[in-house]
């Protein structure tokens, strides 16, 4: 074999060897992403990330995730009871479970009752949930408002009639007392800071670690464009790995 085919062998695999080095350099990156996502996420329920949530407000407004604007708030006292989405807040702490259709708050002694989703939820003053009362619990149904009347009896209105409890909330009757006046309560308006308080807690308790992992993993992070460029690193590792095998292969001949 002349000296000049030799040159030009070697000239190839040098060109090859660049070729090979750039796609090297150009799906570096996103192989460090998948590496690194694929073995957090391999490991989440150890981080307990499918649990966890993200907090940083660039990666939620990334998202588009906002807080609602609307929410329902009764005072009671020095305390709120808000409903923001399916969540349900006395003051910033939040209520466990999900909800909807907050009708009216009462304070009775030391203790709250708060209809909402067509139950009545016993909570003492500091949010623990004493008793979540429903349908089955002869809770009457299509509650629209709550109230207190002149003696303090606990007065409900449904779009049939008025409702009472009795003092354990056991058993319900109609409200025949038509000589008392029942004081309904009214929603009011959040103060800015609780409220601003209320939408950071809410965005916070969104979006899991999990998610956001996921989607780094896939490319679906970086928008529309983001699987196609991670599909073109995937066929650059593919190409990495027949071109470097084919140098290998010829530096031993």
């Known amino acids: 074999m002349s000296r000049q085919h030799h040159r030009k062998q070697r000239f190839k695999l040098r060109s090859f060897y660049v070729w090979h080095r750039y796609m090297g350099v150009s799906a570096a990156l996103f192989t460090l992403v998948i590496a690194v996502t694929g073995i957090l996420l391999n490991h989440t329920e150890d981080f307990q990330f499918d649990s966890r949530h993200i907090r940083a407000d660039w990666i939620l407004d990334w998202y588009g995730i906002e807080a609602p604007q609307d929410m329902k708030s009764f005072r009671v006292g020095e305390r709120h009871i808000t409903l923001m989405g399916e969540h349900l807040y006395l003051n910033r702490k939040e209520i466990e479970g999900s909800y909807r259709d907050l009708v009216g708050v009462l304070q009775k002694s030391d203790m709250f009752i708060i209809a909402v989703s067509d139950n009545i939820l016993l909570l ?16 009457p149904a299509g509650i629209l408002q709550v109230g207190l009347d002149e003696n303090g009896t606990v007065v409900v209105r449904t779009s049939l009639d008025r409702y009472q409890p009795d003092n354990d909330f056991l058993r319900w009757s109609r409200y025949e007392d038509n000589t008392t006046t029942v004081h309904w309560v009214q929603p009011e308006p959040l ?63």
């Open 124 to 139: 003492t003053q500091r949010g623990e949930l004493i008793e979540r009362l429903q349908g089955k619990d002869g809770i």
């Open 191 to 253: 103060e800015p800071r609780l409220k601003s308080s209320l939408q950071q807690h809410f965005r916070g308790e969104v979006l899991p670690v999990e998610r956001v992992l996921l989607d780094l993993h896939s490319g679906r992070f970086f928008g529309r464009p983001g699987p196609w460029l991670f599909d073109i690193a995937a066929l650059l590792l593919i190409l990495l790995s027949l071109s470097g095998t084919w140098i290998w292969l010829k530096r031993r001949r």
